[in-house]
């Protein structure tokens, strides 16, 4: 204890010395501001009164007049040095100190002769310190020179070495008063209650936080935050404990999984110094005001998981479009801001819309035109000339963005993101041909019939295929995009090593299925830090949800989508209505639980869409609801990632009922959540995901008795088959998971980009030569021969 009085005295001495001396440091501070604002004020006002004599000098023309006007206006008792500048930066005449004169900056006059007014810095060499301060020079409204006039500052420092002797002996008086009374208050009023607390943290220590409670605990109030924060700090001990017993099993077992760390390493060894940058409409993060304050949020996006390791790792350039209400208050004069907020170490260049220009390109083309071509969801796709020439306009102006930020770069890799900016790689390609550049298409491509809906579907085509890549995320997909290729364009297509040539320029075409990040050391972590204070993950969180929700049921099924028509949310809702009807075992014990996130509000099929959601969702609970239990309950906002891994975790059985989608990520999340290896997986045969998750129940959404039937089986399997699926599904996902998408697709840029320069292993460009690529089965006819 005595060691511990005297660490504590030190500690007191040591923070009371720096907080006075801290305080006398910015007291020197404001010191030394009042006395450099006067000095400016009095700079400027004598340069402002010579300034005319100056300029007569100096319109004169003669160097001799110039000299003289110098010599004679610059004294000793008002000016350190005084000098005149021609406009390109050549000395005329000067007065005073030779090694003052010498030492001084053009820059603040060359800042002056730019903004034709008066610029005042501060500078310093060796024991000199002055401040020099610019006046433009004039002759009949023509810049004539600059006449720059120099002060001494060196009685700032003076005077501020003066304010530290005299606060010296106070600082010594305040840290023996601050020492002595703070001694008596913790010997009299804490030293008690610390004895307490460190017996508190014993018992947590321990693992008996909920035990040993006495009469005493009332005086340990003062100390509560402080044994909670140690409780939560042991929880994270525990944690990192099991997360560093599970990344050893998995170097034992030999498992090489891809990580953000490893796709960082990976970037830096095979780009060295190459830049990369992103483009995508969303942006990684937003600024937005909250309470009369700026906050930084992260829009829900598994695209920023992916491609923050890669911008990280080589201090790329992500260029979206700012939608944050405060976005345009934090950034710089290019419009640029470095993120992460806690870690910068990439740049977001922010592009501004209109009201008018997002209307057209991301509202009406992008998603009343492109986005329901793509989509058999059996909603007419809208084409409007305005939003053409929107859509158009936008594109251009991220592509001079972009040009603008690979200026200096050598070599410089693009990555494009989805159907917003079908046009950009061709615009790219064009400005710098050097570049790399690659699109990511993530929604499904249709076949050449849907997509020929599309008026302007050969400026489309024209502006993807400037990409030396482009990826889908299923073999589909890129087959139906060379049928397109084939039926609009004159291009010649290889079908064996998929690639289009056209205009002399080769565009490989491949799939990259996208993924999720399934941290399996990060949940082991979670798992046995949860276990080891007595909570089992599903019974807890489903009481936590039936708590915070009002959900009383035994068994728990869970949809998480954006409102969109693809989606299938009505038909899934039917599909439940079809089950209650069908099997009234699930009466009074089911519930399901549909977060339905508001997307693109001011298209009209969404909002119709909304209503009818709501409308069966009303209809529904009233035909079976009970006093304590209803079938549906429905959350119409956006959840946060915390939340929605809730649900996962409670979740019985996750529908993905979706009409049409590329891949569905909704699916890969459920798995990835279920660290506990258990729930079943409802999924739709129209979506990307059911190519690789083969373990999940198969459905055809439009057959609402089918899905009915599935959703029954999945709650009658028995615990070892759910396991034995949920286990091979996980794996898949710890394998394939988007680290390993963002590496091939980064691989296959960089080793295309040297086979296309050299034209290797590529082959005669025949067109649709090769055999014709297997289709997936229920692809809703869009192959190759569907009409």
């Given at each position: 204890?005595?060691?511990?009085?005297?660490?504590?005295?030190?500690?007191?001495?040591?923070?009371t010395?720096?907080?006075?001396v801290?305080?006398?440091?910015?007291?020197?501070?404001?010191h030394?501001?009042?006395?450099?604002?006067?000095?400016?004020?009095?700079?400027?006002?004598?340069?402002?009164?010579l300034?005319?004599a100056?300029?007569?000098?100096?319109?004169?023309?003669?160097?001799?007049?110039?000299?003289e006007?110098?010599?004679?206006?610059?004294?000793?008792?008002?000016?350190?040095?005084?000098?005149?500048?021609?406009?390109?930066?050549?000395?005329?005449?000067s007065?005073?100190?030779?090694?003052?004169?010498?030492?001084?900056?053009?820059?603040?006059?060359?800042?002056?002769?730019?903004?034709?007014?008066?610029?005042?810095?501060?500078?310093?060499?060796?024991?000199?310190?002055?401040?020099?301060?610019?006046?433009p020079?004039?002759?009949?409204?023509?810049?004539n020179?600059?006449?720059?006039?120099?002060e001494?500052?060196?009685?700032?420092?003076?005077?501020?070495?003066a304010?530290?002797?005299?606060?010296?002996?106070?600082?010594?008086?305040?840290?023996?008063?601050?020492?002595?009374?703070?001694?008596?208050?913790?010997?009299?009023?804490l030293?008690?209650?610390?004895?307490r607390?460190?017996?508190?943290?014993?018992?947590?220590?321990?693992?008996?936080?909920?035990?040993?409670?006495?009469?005493?605990?009332?005086?340990?109030?003062?100390?509560?935050?402080?044994?909670?924060?140690?409780?939560?700090?042991?929880?994270?001990?525990?944690?990192?404990?099991?997360?560093?017993q599970?990344?050893?099993?998995?170097?034992?077992?030999?498992?090489?999984?891809?990580?953000?760390?490893?796709?960082?390493?990976?970037?830096?060894?095979?780009?060295?110094?190459?830049?990369?940058?992103?483009?995508?409409?969303?942006e990684?993060?937003?600024?937005?005001?909250?309470?009369g304050?700026?906050?930084?949020?992260?829009?829900?996006?598994g695209?920023?998981?992916?491609?923050?390791?890669?911008?990280?790792?080589?201090d790329?350039?992500?260029?979206?479009?700012?939608?944050?209400?405060?976005?345009?208050?934090?950034?710089?004069?290019?419009?640029?801001?470095?993120?992460p907020?806690?870690?910068?170490?990439?740049?977001?260049?922010?592009?501004?819309?209109?009201?008018?220009e997002?209307?057209?390109?991301?509202?009406?083309f992008?998603?009343?035109?492109?986005?329901?071509?793509?989509?058999?969801?059996?909603?007419r796709?809208?084409?409007?000339?305005s939003?053409?020439?929107?859509y158009?306009?936008?594109?251009?102006?991220?592509?001079?963005?972009?040009?603008?930020e690979?200026?200096?770069?050598?070599?410089?890799?693009?990555?494009?993101?989805?159907?917003?900016?079908?046009?950009?790689?061709?615009l790219?390609?064009?400005?710098?041909?050097?570049?790399r550049?690659?699109?990511?298409?993530h929604?499904?491509?249709?076949?050449?019939?849907?997509?020929?809906?599309?008026?302007w579907?050969?400026?489309?085509?024209?502006?993807?295929?400037?990409?030396?890549?482009?990826?889908?995320?299923?073999?589909?997909?890129?087959?139906?995009?060379?049928?397109?290729?084939?039926?609009?364009?004159?291009?010649?297509?290889?079908?064996?090593?998929?690639?289009?040539?056209?205009?002399?320029?080769?565009?490989?075409?491949?799939?990259?299925?996208?993924?999720?990040?399934?941290?399996?050391?990060k949940?082991?972590?979670?798992?046995?830090?949860?276990?080891?204070?007595?909570?089992?993950?599903?019974?807890?969180?489903?009481?936590?949800?039936?708590?915070?929700?009002?959900?009383?049921?035994?068994?728990l099924?869970?949809?998480?989508?954006?409102?969109?028509?693809?989606?299938?949310?009505?038909?899934?809702?039917?599909?439940?209505?079809?089950?209650?009807?069908?099997?009234?075992?699930?009466?009074?014990?089911?519930?399901m639980?549909?977060?339905?996130?508001?997307?693109?509000?001011?298209?009209?099929?969404?909002?119709?869409?909304?209503?009818?959601v709501?409308?069966?969702?009303?209809?529904?609970?009233?035909?079976?609801?009970?006093?304590?239990?209803?079938?549906?309950v429905?959350?119409?906002?956006?959840?946060?990632?915390?939340?929605?891994?809730?649900?996962?975790r409670?979740?019985?059985?996750?529908?993905?009922?979706?009409?049409?989608?590329?891949?569905?990520?909704?699916?890969?999340?459920?798995?990835?959540?279920?660290?506990?290896?258990?729930?079943?997986?409802?999924?739709?045969k129209?979506?990307?995901?059911?190519?690789?998750l083969?373990?999940?129940?198969m459905?055809?959404?439009?057959?609402?008795?089918?899905?009915?039937?599935?959703?029954?089986?999945?709650?009658?399997?028995?615990?070892?088959?759910?396991?034995?699926?949920?286990?091979?599904?996980?794996?898949?996902?710890?394998?394939?998971?988007?680290?390993?998408?963002?590496?091939n697709?980064?691989?296959?840029?960089?080793?295309?980009?040297?086979?296309?320069g050299?034209?290797?292993?590529?082959?005669?460009?025949?067109?649709?030569?090769?055999?014709?690529?297997?289709?997936?089965p229920?692809?809703?006819?869009?192959g190759?021969?569907?009409?």
């Open positions: 204890m005595s060691f511990f009085r005297m660490r504590l005295i030190l500690a007191l001495i040591l923070c010395t720096l907080v006075s801290g305080s006398t440091y910015f007291d020197v501070l404001a030394k501001h009042v006395l450099r604002r006067e000095l400016v004020r009095h700079s400027s006002w004598l340069g402002a009164s300034q005319p100056m300029e007569q000098a100096v319109s004169s023309g003669r160097v001799d007049a110039i000299n006007a110098v010599q004679r206006l610059q004294r000793p008792d008002q000016t350190l040095a005084l000098a005149v500048y021609t406009p390109g930066g050549r000395l005329l005449a007065a005073g100190p030779a090694d003052v004169l010498k030492a001084l900056s053009f820059d603040p006059a060359e800042k002056a002769i730019r903004k034709n007014a008066e610029v005042a810095v501060f500078g310093h060499s060796d024991d000199w310190q002055w401040l020099e301060d610019s006046f020079l004039e002759d009949a409204g023509q810049l020179g600059v006449m720059v006039v120099v001494d500052a060196r009685f700032i420092r003076a005077e501020g070495n304010v530290w002797r005299r606060s010296f002996w106070r600082i010594a008086a305040f840290v023996v008063l601050i020492v002595a009374v703070t001694l008596l208050m913790v010997r009299w009023f030293m008690r209650p610390m004895v607390v460190a017996e508190r943290l014993r018992q947590v220590r321990m693992g008996n936080a909920d035990d040993h409670e006495d009469d005493g605990m009332a005086e340990l109030g003062f100390f509560k935050p402080l044994a909670q924060e140690v409780e939560t700090m042991a929880e994270s001990l525990i944690e990192a404990r099991a997360a560093a599970a990344e050893a099993r998995l170097r034992d077992a030999g498992e090489h999984l891809w990580t953000a760390e490893r796709l960082a390493v990976h970037v830096r060894a095979r780009f060295g110094s190459s830049r990369i940058f992103v483009v995508s409409n969303r990684p993060y937003m600024h937005v005001r909250k309470g304050q700026i906050v930084c949020e992260v829009p829900p996006s695209l920023v998981t992916a491609i923050e390791p890669v911008l990280r790792a080589c790329g350039v992500w260029v979206a479009h700012g939608s944050g209400s405060e976005d345009a208050a934090v950034v710089d004069e290019f419009d640029r801001i470095r993120v907020p806690d870690d910068p170490r990439y740049t977001l260049r922010r592009v501004w819309l209109s009201n008018d997002e209307a057209g390109y991301y509202d009406g992008s998603n009343e035109g492109v986005w329901p071509l793509c989509h058999i969801a059996h909603t796709p809208n084409f409007r000339l939003d053409w020439e929107a158009q306009r936008v594109n251009e102006r991220f592509a001079t963005t972009v040009v603008e690979m200026e200096g770069s050598a070599n410089p890799i693009v990555f494009v993101q989805d159907y917003h900016f079908a046009l950009l790689p061709r790219i390609k064009t400005a710098r041909p050097d570049a550049v690659a699109i990511f298409w929604i499904p491509w249709p076949n050449p019939e849907a997509f020929g809906i599309c008026p579907q050969a400026e489309l085509l024209d502006g993807l295929l400037g990409a030396d890549l482009i990826g889908f995320h299923i073999p589909l997909h890129c087959n139906n995009f060379l049928a397109t290729v084939d039926r609009v364009l004159e291009a010649r297509t290889d079908r064996e090593h998929m690639t289009v040539r056209r205009l002399s320029h080769l565009t490989a075409v491949k799939p990259y299925p996208v993924s999720v990040a399934l941290d399996t050391v949940r082991e972590g979670i798992r046995v830090t949860r276990e080891s204070v007595g909570l089992r993950p599903r019974p807890y969180a489903r009481q936590l949800l039936r708590d915070e929700f009002d959900v009383s049921c035994e068994t099924a869970l949809g998480v989508d954006r409102l969109d028509y693809t989606k299938g949310i009505v038909e899934r809702l039917m599909a439940i209505e079809q089950l209650l009807e069908d099997k009234p075992m699930h009466r009074e014990r089911l519930t639980v549909q977060i339905a996130a508001p997307s693109r509000t001011r298209i009209p099929s969404y909002i119709q869409l909304r209503q009818q709501e409308e069966t969702v009303e209809r529904i609970n009233q035909r079976f609801q009970t006093a304590r239990w209803k079938p549906i429905l959350i119409e906002r956006q959840c946060s990632h915390e939340e929605v891994d809730r649900w996962y409670a979740a019985d059985l996750c529908l993905v009922t979706s009409l049409h989608d590329g891949m569905n990520l909704v699916a890969k999340e459920y798995i990835a959540a279920r660290d506990d290896e258990d729930g079943v997986l409802v999924l739709s129209f979506t990307g995901a059911a190519v690789e083969r373990d999940a129940l459905v055809n959404p439009y057959d609402t008795r089918g899905v009915a039937e599935a959703i029954h089986h999945g709650l009658e399997m028995n615990r070892e088959e759910r396991r034995t699926r949920m286990r091979r599904m996980r794996r898949h996902l710890t394998e394939n998971n988007v680290y390993r998408w963002a590496a697709i980064l691989d296959d840029m960089r080793d295309l980009r040297v086979e296309n050299a034209h290797a292993h590529l082959g005669p460009a025949s067109g649709s030569a090769g055999p014709e690529a297997v289709h997936a229920d692809s809703f006819g869009y190759r021969g569907a009409a």
